[in-house]
């Protein structure tokens, strides 16, 4: 068991180390679609890259869903085989948004041993979804 402490400061390390092992801006954010990010996900259970849809505007979040879901074999075809897909999906703070992601089980941020492994899984992973995302801006945003 880690104290709230221990937990920040290892969660802070993961970070630094990503950043040095794999130096490069990333998207995530700034994806100039309202409510759209690609997001870094690596918790005491599991990590995951993701793309989240959180528009306030419900209209448009179906509007950039379907448009995604239009595009779904291609993702799942030529970039990430297993994306999975939920349209509606509660974040911690029961916050309802529509979510493409991929995970990976068996690792934990308290768990330095995964670290390397994850390391990999987030590049992996990011790079891929960053490429079809760029492919297919155009689509995505309407």
Avoid: C
Wanted: glycine share 2%; aromatic share 14%; charged share 30%.
């Amino acid at each position: 068991m880690f104290s709230k402490e221990e937990s920040k400061r290892l969660r802070q390390d993961f970070w630094i180390a990503f950043g040095k092992s794999y130096p490069r801006k990333w998207i995530r954010y700034h994806t100039n679609i309202k409510g759209f990010s690609l997001k870094f996900h690596f918790t005491v259970h599991h990590t995951m890259v993701s793309m989240d849809i959180e528009s306030e505007d419900l209209a448009h979040r179906i509007a950039v869903w379907e448009r995604l879901v239009s595009l779904k074999s291609i993702l799942k075809e030529e970039y990430l085989p297993n994306a999975l897909f939920e349209d509606t999906f509660f974040l911690e703070n029961q916050k309802e948004i529509s979510r493409i992601y991929v995970k990976k089980d068996g690792v934990s941020i308290h768990n330095k041993k995964t670290w390397q492994e994850t390391m990999i899984f987030l590049n992996d992973h990011m790079a891929k979804m960053e490429a079809f995302f760029l492919e297919f801006k155009p689509i995505i945003e309407g």
